[in-house]
């Protein structure tokens, strides 16, 4: 299970705050709930480009995105032509996609949750997990300091005895100094690395300071999907009813 | 008229002074009945263990539902607390006189993922003891142990999932299903060991877990079903009829593994059908051989008849020795015919005969579910059959030579030929 | 001089040679009957879905990618590889396929499914597909068939409009709405409730696939036990059209089934081998008794002044004009009787009614299969035993002195 996701979820994902965290450290819960501050309850409205890499194809699509908090999203697709339309909405745990050459919305059944989303590497699982990494993982601060030149932490998340989870091991590094996540490693319990994130051009868009690009690496190839911002505004007045399956199919 | 005893030792005599033709004729009879017998056990308890074997991997020869689970698959219809207490009981109550096994499953379909993928998955959570006897998964783990009392995180799965998912005993797997509540949850288990039943749908999505966790995980509890394998599938029917008539009213669903394991069953009744042809030439051909010896024999004894007549026996009465023969014959062989064949089932009951030397070399398939070991298996109504055909054969066979006897002509039978 | 002998004494004559021949025809028989269930099992295994023989690209099987078409990226000439499978001895049907993993929709609901893209006008020399529709038929160019259970459980109905979307080959999501030309139920589990079928074109188009693209050629042969021969002939044939293709028959593709026949094929044969056993008893009884019977015949020869060696030759000759003569009555009886049950099943159906089993869909009929090996085989395995126990005790016969086998000693 490939457990990325777009950029405005992800990267409140990474580090999202929940109760309960009685295993972690307070500071460490501290530069977490800033982390998260800086990315949750916020609308935003954007454009992206999502470059995938396979064994058997390149393709490139451009997107519009719509978000409000991490719960709701909606993505349309623009370009290339032939997929030109496709939209993609999520409320809470459920995914429906608007097909514009059958001009029909359909939910995705809970037994495709797991597919691939939009033939990239992230799952339509994704797209939803609600992420519990305080619930789920203790997290420790395993290096503070200098590395590559930037003040960073690196923390190690170990799944707690019985939380649900499928990762061995997370391993994340934030820069300090505007607690920007750089990179997510995702290990297996043997070690061995299954899946890398690598979150890189941090800028100011929007009038906020973000990730840019996300890379999301399966360790086992030479493949990848690579999600870039154009562009994004912020705190641009959208409500719940503006997720809605009207939306979905409403063209532009 | 001769008193009987002098005419069944005169018949008697007659076997003696001839041991040779009387030996061929009760091989005749001895070897058809022997080879009867072992053939029908042998076909017997082939089906047996297929009927055993299906019914363990499926819902057992009686299971006890709610009303419309076997349907819908659904956690919704589930037996609650109460329902399945009295399932219990009325499995319990169960007319056997050998034990049977009880099992109580909380079953639902969900996903079963690792660090390296996802497979769909039928989630079943177990008491590991009376499971391991019910469907034998964990009887030969391929790889680690079955599940035991007092597991809680754990997971016995199929070598094919193991291998899809990149799991070894000991890795973290997440199932992920709709609890009762409607809601979609996780659960964490840790594989302890796994199965290779050789049939790639099981192996790839049949799990087990402790019956606790399912429940505390699945918000559930009652079961989704009680199911019983019982000593014999000739069981079944009594079970279910009793299994009804104390649920009466209970809203518990009883039944049968005809109708809980269809393909199954139709594959045994077509077997059936085949083996019914395969016992009607074996039957013809053993009649046709007990005809033959004796309707041999009597043809080469005008001589010794005729001897008798003229020591003064009547034409009757020759006959009458020589049925008392035959029947004598008949009986000596079939008690013999009946031991042989005892013989040799208990030949193979103690080894079971191993197919695979006469299967092709180059079968890489194998697991649990197909035994190629055959073991006999006694039905006392086939057994009574046969003995009453090799009986009855061999009493109206010798009618024949007893009216020849009985018609021949002194004179002309002490010629020499 | 064997004739006359065997003549005179008209009586044992038949009854010995009713032993060969009734032994004859039921061993024949039995083996018709065992290759006739086993063959069966496989064409029931067989005919629904796979055929006797595929062809795949190598990487193909197991994980059945979408990219791992014949020939590769570039595919090959479906038409040059389907003609040069089809001009092969013993090919009944050759039908090319392509499948791919999608969703079909209808109203609010949505299931997963195998998309199969088949040649409609080939399809039924192979596969049963074409046959058990329930309603409408085939899809043509734009179309798409559903199993019943399928439509079931999205309710559509023939002549409603079913959204297929599907991950293409280029990696773009292909979706669009194709029109139901029909319902089919194979009862066969997995086909009825998650197959859908497209015409082969409209599949490749759907999944961004050029025509050269194919994932399958599914082969039936005339004759099921020809399936390995015919398997190798057509694996010499397509070899030039692409480096990458296995050509295999259906005990490689369908493992479980070959098990699951060999182990029914082994129990039978224990059987058979009682069966013919007791046949092969009844022929030595029958045998034993009868030469036994004519000590006093061969001593009185013997007495006359004939050698041992020339009264073996007279039982050997007897033997095998008996043999010979009981021998081809039973053939008389046995083949007509084969034909006739080959041409008319002994139906089961009233009993067991039509279900499947390990994956196929079983038509219980018991049928017969028959060469001409095995009951040559039996023939001369029946005369022999036949003779050896004429000789045995005639030669016992032989060797005591005269008087005292006349004197019944």
């Known amino acids: 299970m490939k457990k990325a996701a777009i950029l405005f979820i992800l990267a409140g994902a990474v580090l999202a705050a929940a109760p309960a965290a009685a295993q972690t450290d307070p500071e460490i819960l501290e530069i977490i709930d800033e982390v998260d501050r800086m990315m949750q309850g916020a609308s935003s409205a954007g454009s992206m480009r999502m470059e995938i890499d396979t064994e058997h194809w390149s393709r490139s699509l451009e997107m519009q995105v719509w978000s409000l908090g991490t719960e709701y999203s909606l993505i349309r697709v623009e370009s290339p032509a032939r997929e030109a339309g496709t939209a993609t909405l999520k409320v809470e745990n459920e995914v429906w996609n608007y097909l514009p050459r059958a001009d029909r919305t359909i939910k995705i059944p809970p037994s495709m949750m797991l597919g691939s989303w939009m033939g990239s590497h992230v799952t339509n699982d994704d797209l939803v997990k609600e992420s519990r990494l305080i619930e789920d993982y203790d997290i420790v601060i395993s290096h503070d300091g200098d590395r590559d030149g930037e003040d960073v932490w690196e923390f190690t998340m170990t799944p707690r005895p019985e939380a649900p989870v499928i990762w061995g091991r997370i391993e994340q590094r934030i820069r300090k100094r505007d607690r920007m996540p750089l990179w997510a490693h995702y290990y297996d319990e043997d070690g061995t690395l299954a899946r890398t994130m690598t979150f890189s051009d941090i800028r100011t868009m929007g009038g906020r300071t973000i990730p840019t690009r996300i890379m999301i690496e399966p360790a086992d190839g030479e493949e990848r999907t690579v999600i870039t911002y154009v562009a994004i505004e912020f705190d641009v007045g959208l409500d719940e009813d503006f997720f809605s399956l009207r939306n979905l199919r409403a063209h532009q | 008229m001769i008193r009987f005893p002098t005419l069944g030792w005169l018949a008697l005599r007659n076997l003696g002074r001839e041991l040779r033709r009387s030996a061929l004729t009760a091989a005749a009879m001895t070897v058809g009945l022997a080879l009867l017998i072992l053939s029908r056990t042998l076909a017997d308890g082939a089906h047996e263990d297929w009927i055993d074997s299906g019914v363990r991997l499926a819902s057992g020869h009686v299971s006890f539902n709610a009303p419309g689970y076997r349907d819908s698959e659904s956690l919704d219809d589930r037996l609650d607390a109460g329902q399945l207490e009295a399932s219990l009981g009325a499995a319990a109550l169960a007319p056997l006189t050998e034990p049977s096994i009880t099992t109580v499953r909380v079953a639902t379909r969900g996903l079963a993922s690792s660090a390296d993928g996802a497979l769909p998955a039928l989630i079943v959570g177990v008491d590991p003891a009376s499971e391991l006897a019910f469907s034998r998964l964990g009887a030969e783990p391929a790889t680690g142990r079955y599940l035991q009392e007092g597991d809680r995180l754990h997971a016995f799965i199929g070598a094919g999932m193991a291998t899809r998912l990149g799991l070894r005993t000991g890795s973290r797997m997440v199932l992920t299903a709709q609890v009762a509540s409607g809601d979609i949850a996780g659960q964490l288990v840790r594989v302890v060991g796994t199965y290779r039943t050789g049939l790639d749908d099981l192996d790839e999505a049949l799990v087990h877990i402790p019956l606790s966790v399912a429940r505390s995980w699945l918000g559930v509890e009652g079961a989704t079903s009680v199911s019983m394998v019982l000593p014999h599938s000739a069981f079944t029917d009594p079970v279910l009829a009793e299994a009804r008539a104390t649920l009466e009213g209970a809203g518990i669903e009883v039944a049968g593994w005809p109708e809980t394991a269809r393909e199954l069953y139709s594959a045994v009744r077509i077997d059936d059908a085949g083996d019914w042809v395969f016992h009607l030439i074996l039957f013809a051909i053993v009649t046709l051989a007990i005809l033959n010896a004796v309707f041999m024999s009597v043809l080469h004894r005008k001589r010794e008849l005729g001897l008798l007549r003229s020591l003064g026996l009547s034409g009757a009465e020759t006959g009458l020795v020589v049925f008392v023969e035959g029947v004598l014959l008949t009986i000596a062989s079939g008690l013999l015919g009946v031991a042989l064949g005892f013989a040799l089932v208990w030949a193979f009951f103690r080894n079971g005969l191993d197919l695979t030397d006469i299967m092709p070399a180059d079968i890489t398939f194998g697991g649990i579910v197909f035994n190629p070991v055959m073991y006999p298996s006694i039905e006392l109504t086939h057994l009574v059959q046969s003995v009453a055909l090799t009986t009855v054969i061999g009493l109206s066979a010798s009618l024949y030579p007893a009216w020849h006897a009985a018609r021949l002509d002194p004179a002309e039978s002490v010629k020499v030929e | ?409």
């Open chain 3, 1 to 409: 001089m064997a004739w006359r002998n065997l003549w005179r004494n008209r009586r044992r004559t038949f009854l010995t040679a009713s032993a060969l021949s009734f032994g004859f025809v039921a061993a024949v028989l039995m083996m018709g009957f065992m290759n006739g269930m086993m063959e069966e099992m496989v064409s029931n295994g067989t005919e629904v879905v796979t055929g006797q023989i595929q062809i795949h690209a190598e990487a193909y099987r197991p994980e059945r990618s979408i990219h791992d078409t014949m020939g590769g990226r570039e595919g090959l000439d479906v038409g040059a590889l389907v003609a040069a499978a089809e001009a092969q001895n013993g090919v009944a049907g050759v039908a090319p396929r392509l499948y791919g993993g999608g969703l079909v929709s209808s109203g609010d609901e949505t299931v997963g499914a195998v998309l199969m893209g088949v040649d409609p006008e080939r399809e039924p020399r192979v596969s049963r597909f074409a046959s058990v529709f329930v309603e409408g038929g085939m899809p043509g160019p734009g179309e798409v068939a559903v199993g019943a259970a399928l439509a079931d459980k999205i309710g559509i109905a023939v002549g409603d409009e079913a959204v297929l979307v599907a991950p293409a080959a280029d990696g773009s999501t292909g979706n669009d709405l194709f029109g139901v030309s029909g319902i089919y139920r194979l009862d066969l589990g997995g086909f009825d409730d998650s197959y859908a079928l497209l015409e082969l074109g409209t599949l490749q188009d759907f999944l961004a696939m050029d025509r050269g693209r194919i994932h399958e050629v599914a082969i039936s042969v005339d004759r099921v036990r020809d399936a390995d021969p015919v398997a190798e002939r057509v694996a010499v044939a397509v070899a030039g059209l692409s480096p990458d293709l296995a050509t295999e028959p259906w005990s490689v593709f369908l493992g479980q089934l070959y098990f699951v026949v060999s182990l029914a094929s082994a129990m039978n044969s224990v059987v058979a081998f009682m069966i013919f056993g007791m046949a092969i008893f009844g022929v030595a009884n029958t045998m034993l008794l009868a030469t036994f019977e004519r000590r006093r015949e061969f001593a009185v020869a013997r007495a006359l002044g004939t050698s041992g060696v020339a009264l073996g030759r007279i039982v050997v000759y007897e033997g095998l004009l008996l043999g010979v003569v009981a021998l081809a009555a039973g053939a008389a009886l046995a083949f007509p009787l084969l034909a006739h049950i080959r041409a008319n099943p002994i139906d089961l159906s009233a009993f067991v009614g039509t279900y499947s089993f390990m994956g196929s869909a079983i038509r219980p009929q018991l049928t017969v299969e028959y060469s001409f090996q095995e009951p040559l085989v039996s023939a001369v395995a029946l005369l022999g035993t036949g003779i050896v126990s004429a000789l045995l005790p005639a030669w016992r016969a032989a060797r005591l002195p005269p008087a005292d086998v006349l004197a019944d000693r």
